[in-house]
């Protein structure tokens, strides 16, 4: 998994790269019109640029069980059993961002990676005491602000294959229960780098819908987040960026103009 994460790495830092070093030979194409275009096609026109607010939903999974929390039981010094973990919850983002071209955007929004919980046994002849330690102990979660920057690549007419890196300001609040009455609580915070991949599919001019997987290490934990999501891009002025000025002007000059390719 370790190995796996590096690649994950290694590809976003990369994505990052390409996408700035295109993006001052790119920028200056970006006012080119797209006279007869009517549809989104990455690799010669490509109208979904400016601002944009999207939402996802999924699963967020610590890869936390019941061998683990009892660890951190033994290490609290606690006689206690774990019997149920649940170490996965549903996940959902909202965000608002700006496409600066093809390859670059910038967004910011709020990360929920669900609840958590954990079922156990335990004895004590201090139960003050035990409900006092026992309170720190599960497996974590989060939610706060966050920023991302994405960039991305075209692969095809309709799809993108992204990278992206982002930082979390979080926070996990959790309650201990005794026969449904709460008898502790805890509240832990700090900030986190998120990064991963995502494919994007183009619907419409306007709409834009993906698949992704994140990675996000908390203060113990790690979440691993897989999740579906859609963009919703608003005019852009008529505004639309040729991403092949050498491929429209070839097209051109056979004399045969596609619908959706750009022209100079």
């Known amino acids: 998994m370790k190995q796996h994460n590096q690649y994950i790495k290694v590809f976003t830092a990369l994505a990052l790269l390409l996408a700035l070093g295109n993006y001052k030979a790119y920028a200056e194409t970006a006012d080119s019109l797209c006279a007869a275009a009517s549809e989104i096609h990455y690799q010669s026109c490509d109208k ?94 989060a939610k706060g602000a966050n920023i991302n920057v994405v960039a991305s690549w075209p692969i095809s007419e309709d799809f993108k294959l992204s990278g992206k890196l982002g930082y979390f300001d979080w926070q996990g609040k959790y309650r201990t229960k005794d026969n449904g009455s709460q008898v502790g609580s805890d509240k832990i915070s700090d900030k986190s780098f998120l990064y991963g991949l995502e494919l994007d599919y183009h619907l419409t001019s306007k709409w834009q819908a993906y698949v992704s997987y994140s990675h996000v290490e908390l203060i113990r934990d790690t979440n691993q987040l897989f999740s579906v999501g859609i963009r919703y891009y608003f005019p852009a002025s008529g505004k639309t960026l040729v991403l092949s000025e050498k491929k429209a002007m070839a097209v051109k000059k056979d004399g045969a103009v596609p619908k959706y390719c750009c022209h100079p």
Not at 86 to 102: E, H, L, M, P
């Open 48 to 141: 979904q640029l400016g601002w944009y607010f999207g939402a996802d939903l999924g699963l967020a999974d610590t890869n936390v069980n019941k061998k683990d929390t009892n660890r951190f039981f033994e290490q609290a010094n606690l006689d206690a059993n774990s019997i149920k973990v649940d170490d996965n919850g549903t996940k959902w983002s909202a965000f608002v961002g700006y496409q600066f071209n093809s390859y670059l955007a910038l967004e910011l929004g709020f990360l929920d990676l669900g609840e958590r919980s954990v079922d156990f046994t335990g004895k004590s002849t201090d139960l003050s005491g035990f409900h006092d330690n026992v309170e720190h102990i599960y497996p974590q979660s």
